[in-house]
């Protein structure tokens, strides 16, 4: 019989779809819950991608085996479908972009299907569904009211040609991806969600967490908790100038200060700065590059000394001066600095241009560009009055609480992390549920009007004023204020990308629930999120947004649990071959579809598990899913020479006892590649010894997982299914006896000073008396130690014993 890989798969994906062996059920108690997830796709017109193949083959390889193990597991599939890519097709070929996102869904459910994933199909999300997006508009809402989202103005990025405002996505090298065109920023007022008030909790939660160790560094990294102290500087202007900074020790060590070329000081103190034609100048160029390459460290240091302003040093009354330049950023601490040019190298860069003296305050630092000894704790404070003498560590406490004392400043806590710019203006996302009423100012709908549909529009082009698409529907946009009943506009921003995504997997637990996001039995039985495999490109985005969203549905009592997901992996990506990033301009990318026509689907999971280290980056072979393909025809072949007999081939027992041990715990390690080489080892024993029915039972039920399908078909005409009344996916996870792990009987070298001179076939871990008299009674080690003394003896458990002999 041929091993007809595409008639196999697609028999059994018809019958788990009509069966349901995947179904999930919410309050099981005779079970423990498995709630496994992987990140759900964007739905774009180039569909499923080996690189989601990876993530979602090793999580349905866990879920396979969960289930097996007794396990009531939860292991689910949608689709994050608001967005750019699918609002630009919209645009380029005049259809609604809810068509779109349809026709590509359709596209990804079917590749998903042909890939044998044990989704529970019953529990499907789409963010784009109204009946899904009515609960993100609530938890909006939510936010809304508890003071979370607010109305800023923010910077855009704004391309001059296209006249529209641009996603970050969107800017590629400074440029308008769309038409080449420059790209400024320019101040928009959009939504905002403070997630900075969440920063210490969503660092100091990390520690409780399974994440693998570079997600949490990531996160702290980007969340950038910094402890440093506030200063007030007095000015010859009158107005005092507030520093941020770490090294409040270094203060006699302060030559100039640096306002960001945005810090409102300039235009307050237009009238005194007597260069201000220069200054103006300046901070117009400024406005042209992104915080990214103002604050290089390595870039040349630029600015302009305010001609008319000085500063005043609290710590010795020194007067200095006041310059503007663009390394400083508005974006954090209070937008100036002091400069401290002994002790920073940007602030030495700085001086040195600009010709500023360099105190040294500290010894032991060395004073040079390459050298700086920035968090040194254990140089010695010098010029520094009081201070003398101390090291830095005692120094920074000291100054912090003398400053403080003296009302110059206090201490003061920074965070790298910015609140969220939760608005876009574009037409393909989730409307804002808010009105604008000139009495009342913004007003949230009330809930029982949820879900706030987007309305239809006649074109999704964004507009020239930088206005979304829906500010033109004049009908939708002006309503009647919900609280005052007077004249109001609707709020025509949509939310960004990333707010779906911010809490579908609780979706999950309840997708039809149409009176609430779940209902809390839901919640409570699957909360949390056991195990969560995504990429690293979402450590600081996406996992951070839905912990912060988390966060706060636990602080309103919506969930049960403070942080969503228990454990948190990471996949390395999928290259090209020949190493390069698959894209299509390289013409490189492969396309499942082609793999799972040509070799099958069982075949294309075994090789993307197999390919390599799961949290490596690894290359794409052609050649080498060929050879996953021969190791399926080698099980489908050997399925055919194994005898009737149930019961184990003694000569494989170890070896079944060791492949199950090893696959077990393979899979709970994500290793899947070594869990197939062990599987691949046992496949030859069982050529090599014979094989039974009753171990190729074991051989099929460790396999299921990776290649389902060709275990189902074997499983059935082996004649399991019919015993069992069972498919094989439904069956139990084969137990291991460790002390059969071990082979009974082991084939041991024998030397005589070091040369072999035969072998013996030895009980697992003899001892070393019965091992040397075997040993003697080979004919040819015999004759090598005729006459001789055995003056030691070496032995290597199970694999070797050496006898060193001397003539008697
Ligand atoms: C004086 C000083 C002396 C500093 C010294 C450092 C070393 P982190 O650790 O990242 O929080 N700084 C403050 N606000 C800034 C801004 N808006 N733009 C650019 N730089 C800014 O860094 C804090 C340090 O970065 C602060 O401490 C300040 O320089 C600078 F030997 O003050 B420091
Ligand atoms: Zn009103």
């Not at 698959?582 to 993307?608: C, F, H, W």
């Amino acid at each position: 019989m041929k091993y007809d890989f595409t008639s196999i798969e697609k028999k059994w994906q018809d019958k788990w779809l009509e069966t349901k062996p995947f179904a999930a059920v919410t309050g099981d108690k005779n079970r423990e819950k498995f709630f496994g997830l992987i990140e759900f796709p964007y739905p774009s017109a180039q569909g499923l991608h080996v690189g989601h193949a990876r993530p979602f083959t090793a999580m349905d390889i866990i879920c396979r085996k969960k289930r097996m193990q007794g396990y009531n597991v939860l292991f689910p599939i949608g689709y994050d479908a608001f967005g750019l890519p699918t609002e630009n097709f919209a645009i380029k070929t005049h259809t609604h972009p809810a068509k779109v996102t349809h026709d590509n869904v359709a596209n990804f459910r079917k590749q998903l299907q042909m890939l044998g994933y044990s989704f529970d199909w019953d529990r499907e999300v789409n963010t784009t569904d109204p009946n899904y997006y009515k609960w993100t508009q609530w938890i909006f809402l939510q936010m809304f009211k508890k003071g979370l989202a607010y109305k800023a103005s923010m910077p855009v990025n704004w391309c001059t040609s296209c006249k529209i405002v641009l996603a970050n996505e969107e800017v590629v090298e400074g440029v308008c991806e769309r038409c080449g065109g420059e790209v400024i920023r320019k101040e928009k007022s959009q939504w905002m969600l403070a997630i900075t008030k969440y920063a210490d909790r969503l660092i100091d939660d990390l520690d409780d967490l399974d994440f693998i160790e570079r997600v949490k560094i990531q996160q702290k990294n980007w969340i950038g908790r910094s402890e440093g102290t506030e200063v007030d500087f007095q000015t010859t202007a009158g107005d005092t100038m507030t520093v941020y900074t770490t090294r409040c020790d270094t203060l006699f060590g302060v030559t100039y200060m640096v306002l960001s070329p945005e810090h409102p000081f300039l235009d307050k103190w237009k009238d005194r700065i007597q260069n201000w034609d220069e200054v103006a100048a300046y901070r117009e160029e400024a406005a042209h590059k992104s915080d990214f390459e103002r604050s290089e460290l390595n870039k040349d240091k630029t600015g302009v000394r305010l001609a008319g302003v000085e500063a005043i040093n609290p710590a010795n009354g020194t007067h200095i001066p006041v310059f503007v330049s663009d390394y400083v950023l508005m974006s954090y601490g209070t937008g100036a600095v002091m400069g401290v040019p002994g002790h920073d190298q940007r602030d030495w860069e700085f001086a040195t241009k600009f010709g500023l003296p360099i105190i040294e305050v500290v010894q032991g630092g060395d004073i040079t560009k390459e050298a700086f000894t920035l968090k040194d704790d254990t140089g010695v404070m010098v010029n520094s009055g009081f201070l003398n003498g101390l090291t830095v560590k005692e120094a920074i406490p000291t100054m912090k609480k003398w400053v403080t004392e003296q009302g110059l400043g206090h201490p003061k806590t920074n965070f790298k992390l910015r609140d969220w710019v939760f608005s876009r203006q574009r037409y393909w996302g989730e409307p804002i549920p808010l009105v604008h009423c000139d009495k009342c100012g913004w007003v949230p709908l009330p809930e029982e009007q949820l879900p706030l549909l987007l309305p239809e529009v006649d074109s999704y082009e964004v507009t020239d004023t930088g206005e979304s698409p829906l500010s033109k529907m004049t009908d939708w946009v002006n309503t009647t204020c919900p609280k005052c009943g007077g004249p109001a506009q609707r709020e025509t921003d949509t939310m960004p990308q990333w707010a779906g995504s911010s809490w579908y997997f609780l979706r999950y637990m309840d997708p039809h629930n149409d009176k609430a996001l779940a209902s809390k039995e839901a919640l409570d039985y699957w909360s949390p999120v056991d195990w969560y495999n995504g990429g690293m490109e979402h450590t600081t985005l996406h996992l951070l947004y839905s912990r912060f969203w988390h966060k706060f549905l636990y602080d309103i009592g919506v969930v049960p649990t403070k942080e969503p997901y228990a454990k948190r992996t990471s996949h390395g990506m999928i290259l090209g071959e020949g190493g390069e990033k698959m894209s299509k301009s390289r013409g490189n990318v492969v396309n499942p579809n082609d793999i799972v026509e040509q070799y099958g689907a069982d075949t294309m999971r075994l090789y993307i598990m197999f390919v390599g280290d799961f949290e490596k980056a690894a290359t794409w072979s052609t050649e080498a899913v060929k050879g996953s393909k021969r190791f399926l025809d080698r099980v489908w072949n050997l399925a055919e020479q194994a005898e009737e007999s149930d019961d184990v081939t003694p000569a494989n027992e170890s070896a079944i006892h060791k492949t199950v041990k090893k696959v077990t715990d393979d899979v709970d390690n994500l290793k899947m590649n070594t869990a197939i080489a062990a599987l691949m080892t046992l496949v030859n024993e069982f050529y090599a010894n014979g094989c039974t029915r009753g171990d190729m039972r074991y051989l099929l039920l460790l396999l299921n997982p990776f290649a389902p399908h060709l275990t189902e078909e074997l499983w059935e005409s082996l004649g399991f299914a019919a015993k069992t009344g069972k498919m094989c996916c439904q069956a139990e996870w084969p137990e291991f006896d460790e002390s059969k792990t071990v082979a009974a009987a082991v084939d041991m070298a024998v030397q005589v000073n070091g040369k072999l001179k035969g072998t013996i076939t030895m009980p697992t871990d003899s001892e070393e008396q019965a091992v040397v008299e075997a040993a003697l009674a080979v004919e040819k080690v015999a004759k090598a130690t005729e006459g001789m003394k055995i003056v030691k003896t070496i032995l290597v458990k199970n694999r070797l014993v050496n006898l060193i002999v001397k003539p008697q």
